[in-house]
């Protein structure tokens, strides 16, 4: 498994969950590693990524100031902390990390799934109302 995704489960809305994601080998890493996610019957979503190097973190914008995403270099893994859960948040979340430095720059880039050349299993997240 070059990238596995832990920590999902059921949550109380106004909850909190925290996803992590680690890569088997340094090779899985890329330049930025983060997160996906699909709700049922939508198209997948990004989330967040975060630079290996540098540590800034990059949101979609709707979720900032409720998830946060951090990194352990050492352990190869990146973390989501997901706070105020909403039954919105529901979903499938992946990880995922792209060797492409334009995921860094260009917004466009950073939303499209194929720029990510690897992805995780995914971890079930559900939000009860």
């Known amino acids: 498994v070059q990238l596995q995704a832990s920590g999902g489960g059921l949550v109380q809305a106004g909850g909190s969950l925290r996803l992590s994601c680690s890569a088997s080998?340094?090779?899985?890493?890329?330049?930025?590693m983060g997160w996906f996610r699909q709700a049922p019957g939508k198209e997948r979503e990004f989330v967040a990524i975060i630079s290996w190097s540098t540590g800034r973190p990059y949101y979609v914008d709707s979720l900032k100031g409720r998830f946060t995403i951090s990194k352990d270099n050492a352990k190869n893994t990146v973390y989501l902390q997901m706070n105020s859960l909403t039954p919105e948040d529901t979903g499938v979340y992946s990880c995922?990390?792209?060797?492409?430095?334009?995921?860094?720059?260009?917004?466009?880039?950073?939303?499209?799934?194929?720029?990510?050349?690897?992805w995780g299993q995914g971890t079930q997240v559900t939000v009860s109302s």
């Open positions: 080998d340094r090779a899985f890493t890329g330049l930025v």
């Open positions: 995922v990390s792209s060797n492409d430095r334009a995921t860094m720059l260009s917004l466009r880039k950073r939303l499209t799934p194929s720029t990510y050349d690897y």
